[in-house]
């Protein structure tokens, strides 16, 4: 379901708090949004069959790698039912961002994933402050722009 590039309001509520949500993480322990508040969270949804999700990937590193000390934070949300297969993707891209997977799709669907991928910023407070669907070549200055932002606010 790859889809164009859009920033718009969706049903998680841009302004209003993220859904909470506990999934099984690549470490093996389940991990919860909430356990995140006071920092800023980019939040993921990607998929092994979809091309520019794969594009994006390493991408999105470079920004967890870089603002990772400063208060930010990225899960990487797998839809797959095969979270071997997502596993095996992240790490020949070199991923070291937590991957919680969500083979059910129940978080998938809490947050209305409508499009591959689907990146939702959450700040320090727990709020959506933008949802981003789909990827081309430059949006991630577009989250550089929104992480640094959301870094600076207190």
């Known amino acids: 379901m790859c889809a ?29 949004l909430s356990e995140h508040r006071g920092q800023v969270v980019m939040i993921n949804f990607w998929a092994t069959w979809c091309g520019p999700c794969r594009q994006e990937m390493p991408k999105l590193e470079e920004i967890f790698s870089r603002y990772e000390r400063a208060g930010f ?34 978080v998938s669907r809490l947050y209305d994933v409508r499009a591959m991928p689907m990146t939702v910023m959450v700040d320090r407070g727990g709020r959506v402050r933008s949802v981003h669907y789909g990827y081309r070549p430059g949006m991630e200055q577009r989250y550089l722009d929104e992480v640094r932002a959301l870094l600076r606010e207190e």
């Open 73 to 106: 934070t990225l899960l990487g949300v797998n839809i797959d039912e095969d979270s071997a297969r997502a596993q095996r993707l992240a790490d020949e891209l070199g991923v070291s961002f937590p991957l919680l997977f969500d083979e059910e799709q129940t």
């Open 4 to 32: 164009g590039v859009a920033a718009s309001p969706s049903a998680v509520g841009v302004g209003h708090d993220a859904p909470d949500f506990a999934l099984r993480s690549s470490a093996g322990t389940n991990l919860r």
